[in-house]
Structure formats: structure tokens, C-alpha cells
């Protein structure tokens, strides 16, 4: 009969076996460049954007490359905001949330 | 939109009409031929733009090495889908003040394109668009991943998008305080 060997390298060995962590990883975020997740970060509102932070460190140093942020004025003027308009005697509407401004 | 072509066919093809034809052929890295138009593709991508441009279109098929016949089929489908829309009013009115680079949101039937995707399509969509330098593609792909992020906890989000966590645990929880104020509930 025929004796075969088969050696394998380790690394191939443990894509062979049917290991959750390789098949995520051939989908995963970490072989999509930064611009494409700028492009997502973008999308979030700057509060979610900046939460991403947590993470991992290359997601936390994508708001920087932003290169438009989105402002929800409601992150910044939570309880107040009533109180603020009525000081300040205006008719005005509450400022729409999402709007942009250049970084 | 698979096509498949004879040898002498294609021969013929190109023989007759070289420059004329107003669609072109792209070939996965699988070896899947897709016919998409012209038009559409040097809209929709300034890749193949540039490709049709400077004439280095094969007839017999254009490499595209890096993308796989199912994301390369949902890109051609995508410029075909595209092709046939309409622009909504809607969509070119939609910006709101301050906007100075607006994205313009999803249309009905981008959200239907993107929604029915599997999880690995997506990505491999996303990293085609990406290569191709399809601009809406990416945009609504991305749009569709940042929804997919939106509510979700870190380790959620990590789990989903197989983010490994780099930090370690002291520079998280400084971090977590940094960042306090962008957290709703801790």
C-alpha cells in the first residue's frame, strides 16, 4: 500500500478546522481601509460616532479624519434646552437634529 | 446577466463593433462574465470611467481580480437598478440647512437592494464599491452598516464587525470616562 504523509503548517492547519474566529475574519472590519470607515463613522450622529471610540484604537481615531461632523444640538443642551428658549423670549423651533457643520 | 460567450463569438463581437458596443463585460476573480452598460458604469464608477476612458476595456471580459462573482453580480445589478430609477424630487430636495456635503439617503429601492443582503455580501459589496470607486454604492452600503451599529453595545459591535478590543482594561475604563458624556445610560 502507499504511505502518504500530509504535513501541514500549523497557521493552514487552523484555517482547515471549521474555527469561528477565520470565517469572521474573512468579513470582517479590519481589511476595510479607513476610508470606508470614515464613510460609515460619517453616517452615525457624532454622539454614536464618538462611542465607537470604545471599540478598539483604530476606531477611535476615525473621528479625527472626519471630514464633516454631524451635530445633534439635543448631546448638547439636554434638560435645559425649554428653559433656554423661553429665557431668551424666541419664537423659534427647536434647530433640527442632524445638521452638519464643517469640521 | 451571466453571459457566456463562445470564443468565436466574442472574436466576432469585438471585430464588429470595438467601439461602438454600449455595454461592457467584466470578469470576477472567479472567472464569471457580467455585461453591465456603459452608460451606468462610467456613471456610477470612476474606476471603469477611467477604464472606458483609456480605452483598457477588454471585450472578452475586464479583469476584476479583486472581486468575487457574487459581489460583482450585485454591483452590476446595482447600475442596472440604478439606470432605471428615477431620481426622486425628494432625494435631490432632502438637505437640510448647514449641509454642505450632503449624503443624500437611501431611496426605496437602494434601502431594498441593501436590506436583502447577507451579512458577507454586504462586506464584500462595501469592498467592492470601495475598489471601484462607486460612490454611492459605498454610501449606501455604509449607510447600511452604520445602521446595523445603531443601538447596539460595544461588545455587540465587536462581536458583529469582529472588532478585536486592543485596549486594555485600564485604558478602557479611561477611556470610557473620556468619553462620558456621548454615553446615554452609564
Known sequence: ?103 | MEVDKGKGEAEETRKVAEADRDTVTLKSSDGKLFEVSKEAAARLSTVLAGMIAGGSIDDNGTDLKQIGSEALENVVDYCNKHANSIPSAALISSSISFNTAPFKEPEEWERKFVDRLSHDALFDLVEAANFLGMERLLDVTCHKISEMMKGKSPDQIREVFNIKNDYTKEELEEIRQELAWAFYDD
Do not use: H
Not at chain 1, 471549521?18 to 457624532?46: G, H, R
Open chain 1, 1 to 103: 500500500s502507499i504511505g502518504m504523509e500530509v504535513c501541514l503548517a500549523p497557521e493552514i492547519l487552523a484555517r482547515l478546522v471549521v474555527d469561528d474566529e477565520f470565517m469572521n475574519a474573512v468579513t470582517t472590519t479590519k481589511k476595510l481601509p479607513n476610508e470606508v470607515l470614515i464613510s460609515i463613522v460619517e453616517k452615525l450622529s457624532l454622539r454614536d460616532a464618538v462611542q465607537m471610540g470604545v471599540l478598539s484604537r483604530r476606531w477611535r481615531s476615525l473621528p479625527n479624519e472626519l471630514p464633516r461632523l454631524a451635530f445633534d444640538l439635543n448631546d448638547f443642551l439636554l434638560d435645559d434646552i425649554e428653559n433656554y428658549y423661553e429665557d431668551e423670549g424666541s419664537d423659534e423651533e427647536l434647530p433640527e437634529s442632524d445638521t452638519f457643520a464643517e469640521a
